[in-house]
């Protein structure tokens, strides 16, 4: 298995530029996730999804979409990037059976908003 | 929502120290996860601790559970330079899925 992977893995767009971060997990999880990692703030929730079809907003999902059509890809969309956006990036995935939640993250993409 | 705060947020060690980090709540958890993160890499699932009072060890890490479930600790036994990196805690919420995490200890082990 190659557990979840994304891509790419460093990214640098020009401010109002508009991109995908990939993300697809091979585990048959159905939970996934996208976070975003900066100095001081910790990981901080964007968007999630607990199926096929099925999204809700995070704590910071301004700037962001996501869609769920498979089980295994969930993309983010930056829909028009800004500076604040310059971030580390993780999608992550779970299970019902864990203890509570346990995630399964990806290597990350490192996005630089000029 | 629930916080976790985790302390120290740095430490710096020499090789073969023992260390403890903290993470504290005013919320009860139905369980709490420790997760490790090298530097360039996603962060990896350590442990999880799920009754009150628990301890779990891997090898020369060791993981408490507070009794009243509202605070977690981790061990590190004769510290190695493989052990730097970012430890993570964190814990499912009362209700939904969004897990909380607390900010981390930066720890670095030096030879």
């Known amino acids: 298995n190659a557990g979840v992977t994304q891509t790419p893995k460093f990214q640098v767009l020009k401010t109002g530029q508009s991109m995908t971060l990939q993300c697809a997990q091979d585990?048959?999880?159905?939970?996934m996730s996208w976070y975003r990692q900066d100095p001081g703030m910790g990981l901080r929730l964007i968007h999630y999804s607990v199926g096929a079809g099925i999204t809700d907003q995070g704590e910071v999902p301004n700037g962001y979409n996501v869609s769920r059509s498979t089980t295994e890809d969930f993309p983010l969309r930056l829909l028009s990037a800004a500076p604040s956006q310059t971030s580390v990036y993780f999608c992550?995935?779970?299970?019902?059976?864990?203890?509570?939640?346990?995630?399964?993250f990806g290597p990350g993409t490192r996005l630089t908003v000029t | 929502t629930q916080l976790l705060e985790q302390s120290p947020q740095f430490l710096s060690i020499q090789e073969g120290e023992n260390l403890t980090v903290y993470c504290n709540s005013s919320?009860?958890?139905?369980?709490l996860q420790w997760y490790r993160q090298e530097p360039g890499e996603g962060p990896v699932l350590l442990v999880t601790v799920v009754t009150g009072g628990e301890v779990k060890k891997l090898k020369r890490l060791t993981f408490q559970f507070g009794d009243a479930r509202k605070d977690s600790s981790l061990h590190i036994t004769a510290a190695q330079p493989g052990d730097t990196g970012l430890y993570l805690c964190a814990g499912p919420p009362n209700s939904g899925y969004a897990l909380n995490f607390g900010k981390g200890t930066s720890l670095l082990v030096t030879p």
């Open positions: 919320s009860v958890f139905s369980s």
């Open positions: 992550a995935s779970s299970y019902s059976g864990t203890s509570g939640y346990e995630q399964y």
């Open positions: 585990m048959n999880h159905e939970y």
